[in-house]
């Protein structure tokens, strides 16, 4: 159910490209209270980015998840801002973050909906 994407101006190697995978894949489960054979991330490297007139490193993730709740946006926010940060080196005030709860009708598995 939650799908990560990672957008950032960074470089990455393959194998840095996996490890960030996983890492934000087992935090957002975690987060999320989600299991994480339901997770998805996905990585957007080396993108043409520019934040704040400046192209200096930054990152634009989406977490979208059925029931994502609102009230939990901002420690979120802050738990992904600051796992990015480490991982990847991008100033945590150089990351934005889309957060967004599809219907469940509007999010499909194996064939169906949820």
Known sequence: ????????????????????????????????????????????DQQTMSFAGSTEPSAYIELKSLGLPESQTAELSLQLCEQITKLINVPQNRIYIEFSSPERHMWGWDGRTF
């Open 1 to 44: 159910m939650p799908c990560l994407i990672l957008n950032t101006s960074q470089p990455m190697d393959e194998q840095q490209k996996k490890n960030v995978c996983l890492a934000v894949s087992a935090k957002t489960a975690d987060l999320l209270g989600k299991p994480e054979s339901y997770v998805m991330v996905l990585i957007k």
